[in-house]
């Protein structure tokens, strides 16, 4: 995991970095979900959304040369 910083969390630097990041962040949200109301389905629908966003942002970000 050499391509991850420790700031990576607030400010990616890398479209690797940002995927891992907000794929973590999607999982966290989904069982925070699952957590609070128990519902697998919510969860997973969650966590989904979340990824797929992911993704999409990293490959809008990517186009524009944010990552250099």
Do not use: H, Q
Request: hydrophobic fraction near 55%; aromatic fraction near 16%; glycine fraction near 10%.
């Amino acid at each position: 995991m050499s391509f991850l910083s420790w700031f990576d969390w607030i400010n990616p630097t890398n479209p690797f970095a940002s995927l891992f990041m907000g794929i973590l962040f999607s999982i966290l949200l989904g069982i925070t979900v699952w957590v609070e109301t128990r519902e697998r389905r919510k969860a997973t629908l969650t966590t989904v959304i979340g990824v797929v966003a992911t993704c999409i942002g990293v490959g809008l970000l990517t186009a524009f040369g944010y990552f250099g």
